[in-house]
T-cell receptor, first 112, second 109 residues
Framework: DVKVTQSSRYLVKRTGEKVFLECVQDMDHENMFWYRQDPGLGLRLIYFSYDVKMKEKGDIPEGYSVSREKKERFSLILESASTNQTSMYLC???????????FGQGTRLTVV | DAKTTQPPSMDCAEGRAANLPCNHSTISGNEYVYWYRQIHSQGPQYIIHGLKNNETNEMASLIITEDRKSSTLILPHATLRDTAVYYCIVNKGNEKLTFGTGTRLTIIP
C-alpha cells in the first residue's frame, strides 16, 4: 500500500524556534509537495520538488524553506516560527505525469 | 494551470446520487481534470481524473462536457461517509498541483 508519512501529528513550538517538518514516501515518487491548510482558505501550496535537490516555490513560500537530499524525504523548514504559521501542514507525493497525488495525515502545528 | 470554480457547499440525501459541478472555462488541451476529497481531519484522497472522455471507477463517475469547460463528479449512491470537502483541480500532470477551496458536501440521513 502506498504510504506518505509525516513525522508528527501534533506539534507545539515557541515563537522564534527553528522547526523541521519531515515527510517520507515509500513509492519512489518524483514529485513531493508541502501545503498548509487554514479554515476558509483551502490548501495552499508552499513548495514542491520534482527531483532530488530540486525545489520550486509554490503560492506562499515566504517564511519557509525546504530540503530534498534524498528522493523519499522532503523536509519543510520554518527558520523562525511565528504565530501566523500556526496551521495544518500536509505533505503529498506523486509520480511525474498525469498520476494522482497521495497525501500524508497532516501535522497540526501550533506556534505559541 | 487553469483555475476552477465550485459551489462552496451542497447537501444530498443519503442513498441519492450526489452531483458536484466544477467550471474550468480556461482549461487548455493538455490539462486533466482531477477530483480529490478530504474527510475531516484527514489528508486529501484521490477520487478520479480524466482528459476528455467520461471516466468511472469504484468510487465515482466523472462527466466532462464536450467543450471541456466544465465537469461533474457523480457519487451514485451517497452514504454518510461521503460527507467531505471535494476539490476539482485541472493540471497538466506536471509538478505543480494547486487546490482551491472546494465544495463542502453534506450527506443528510
Amino acid at each position: 500500500d502506498v504510504k506518505v508519512t509525516q513525522s508528527s501529528r501534533y506539534l507545539v513550538k515557541r515563537t522564534g524556534e527553528k522547526v523541521f517538518l519531515e515527510c517520507v514516501q515509500d513509492m519512489d515518487h518524483e514529485n513531493m509537495f508541502w501545503y498548509r491548510q487554514d479554515p476558509g482558505l483551502g490548501l495552499r501550496l508552499i513548495y514542491f520538488s520534482y527531483d532530488v535537490k530540486m525545489k520550486e516555490k509554490g503560492d506562499i513560500p515566504e517564511g519557509y524553506s525546504v530540503s530534498r537530499e534524498k528522493k523519499e524525504r522532503f523536509s519543510l523548514i520554518l527558520e523562525s516560527a511565528s504565530t501566523n504559521q500556526t496551521s495544518m501542514y500536509l505533505c503529498a507525493s506523486s509520480e511525474n505525469v498525469n498520476t494522482e497525488a497521495f497525501f500524508g495525515q497532516g501535522t497540526r502545528l501550533t506556534v505559541v | 494551470d487553469a483555475k476552477t470554480t465550485q459551489p462552496p457547499s451542497m447537501d444530498c440525501a443519503e442513498g441519492r446520487a450526489a452531483n458536484l459541478p466544477c467550471n474550468h472555462s480556461t482549461i487548455s488541451g493538455n490539462e486533466y481534470v482531477y477530483w480529490y476529497r478530504q474527510i475531516h481531519s484527514q489528508g486529501p484522497q484521490y477520487i478520479i481524473h480524466g482528459l476528455k472522455n467520461n471516466e468511472t471507477n469504484e468510487m465515482a463517475s466523472l462527466i466532462i462536457t464536450e467543450d471541456r469547460k466544465s465537469s461533474t463528479l457523480i457519487l451514485p449512491h451517497a452514504t454518510l461517509r461521503d460527507t467531505a470537502v471535494y476539490y476539482c483541480i485541472v493540471n497538466k500532470g506536471n509538478e505543480k498541483l494547486t487546490f482551491g477551496t472546494g465544495t463542502r458536501l453534506t450527506i443528510i440521513p
